[in-house]
């Protein structure tokens, strides 16, 4: 429960910045869509070495060994600023011929690089708060994962309108002070996340470790760090790739599919919310000697899934009309929005299915298994599948063929998962 208000707050991040961008107008809405690809993919790299650093962790503090948990969160860290300055110096180079490849017009490059060069300044630092996040939850304090996630959002939406439409003293930026406040607000979490890990947790220690041990726990990070985060960049990846489809289709396909997606992410969030605990939860209780409770926890959170999935998909049909129509004016948009909300939801208990199979593959050191179902899901099925669905009904089409890529993908997820737990002699075949 205290990380699903925090994944609410952090999705509502997203979806205020749109919300804010979109008062700018269509072309301003359709910049900030443009980069959400780009900034996934720098995400997802922070959430691939935080799932690494949990999964360890877990198992550590299952076992009793919280000092080897401290050294490892250190190196972690450590590792995070180095990965983070390669991030930020490619990314402030590679802006223009990036999105020139994702099909931005020069209509709306002005808008990307300001928001671009502002949020790339951020990056170090929001990297090092989703790794940390994942270092509290692996040694149970979730209220303090949540809380910092709440305070990052919650400040973001604060800082939002002060920066974009120049409220009093504060400047007017445009589509850049979406980008500047999510520096403030990533700034200001990390500064207290790093003071709660080094004085209320004693996860991390200050003095600098031996090379060899530096490098051990590199290794082992990575071990489970490569493919977390291969996993987990494929999809905005797929994004990009959705994107640059749809921007043949013009700028009102692009900003409608760009609210679709901050949506799509608020109607997984309690998903979003289990895949943050479900692998802490597995990891110290396989640490403990406890596989059976912990694999009796991953089948009901499965189940789960799917029902709550379904009663998700209602309410936003119901609501699709008053969603489109909070977000643009323009009726090319809302039609986008509103047939987006008709067809991917209903496959959204699916999408769940392969999320929670996912990160839980990695804590049951199948990192690769889990790799593969990701470019199974978005290279064998959900690209190519959305591509086709375009050529035969435009951006309906593709919607239709990336539902479907969700549902076979559910299928295909959760039957080597159930190989996996067969194998470990936790469940009958």
């Known amino acids: 429960m205290p990380m699903l208000l925090a994944i609410i707050s952090m999705m509502l991040l997203g979806v205020v910045d749109s919300y804010f961008v979109s008062l700018l107008g269509t072309e301003e809405l359709a910049a900030v869509s443009f980069t959400l690809p780009v900034t996934f993919t720098v995400i997802s790299i922070g959430l691939g070495i ?26 972690t860290q ?3 600023i180095c990965v983070a300055a390669l991030l930020v ?83 007017e930026m445009g589509v ?14 990390w500064t207290i996340s790093f003071f709660t890990l080094l004085r209320k947790e004693h996860l991390l220690q200050l003095n600098w470790p031996e090379l060899p041990t530096l490098l051990t726990n590199w290794r082992r990070l990575l071990t489970i760090a490569i493919p977390a985060v291969g996993s987990n960049i494929m999809t905005p990846c797929a994004a990009a790739a959705l994107t640059a489809i749809v921007a043949q289709s013009g700028a009102e396909a692009v900003a409608g599919f760009g609210v679709g997606s901050r949506v799509e992410s608020l109607a997984l969030i309690l998903v979003f919310a289990l895949s943050s605990v479900l692998p802490m939860f597995i990891g110290q209780n396989i640490g403990a000697g406890k596989p059976e409770r912990a694999y009796s926890a991953l089948m009901t959170c499965l189940r789960f899934s799917l029902v709550f999935q379904v009663v998700v998909y209602l309410l936003l049909l119901i609501a699709s009309e008053a969603i489109a129509a909070t977000f643009s004016s323009d009726e090319q948009v809302k039609q986008v929005i509103r047939t987006f909300l008709l067809i991917l939801p209903l496959t959204y208990g699916a999408h769940g299915v392969v999320i929670l199979a996912m990160v839980s593959l990695n804590v049951l050191k199948r990192p690769k298994l889990a790799l593969l179902i990701t470019l199974v899901r978005l290279l064998v099925l959900y690209v190519p599948l959305a591509f086709i669905g375009f050529k035969v009904a435009n951006v309906t089409g593709m919607f239709v063929g990336a539902a479907l890529a969700n549902i076979i993908a559910a299928g295909v997820a959760y039957k080597l998962l159930r190989n996996v737990i067969h194998q470990q002699g936790a469940l009958p075949y």
């Open 50 to 75: 935080g799932m690494s650093l949990g999964a360890l962790v877990s198992r550590l503090i299952g076992a009793g060994e919280h000092a080897h948990a401290a050294r490892l969160t250190t190196d």
């Open 89 to 171: 110096g490619f990314g402030l180079w590679s802006i223009e011929p990036l999105f020139m490849l994702l099909g931005a017009t020069d209509n709306v490059m002005p808008d990307i690089k300001g928001y671009m060069h502002y949020w790339y300044l951020g990056t170090p630092f929001l990297l090092l708060i989703l790794v940390s996040n994942n270092a509290f939850r692996a040694i149970g304090n979730v209220k303090a994962s949540a809380w910092l996630s709440t305070l990052m959002a919650v400040s973001n939406a604060i800082f939002d309108p002060l920066f974009i439409f120049g409220v009093g003293p504060f400047p």
């Open 176 to 189: 850049a002070g979406a980008a500047f406040a999510t520096v403030l607000a990533v700034v200001l979490t």
């Open 78 to 80: 450590i590792f995070t």
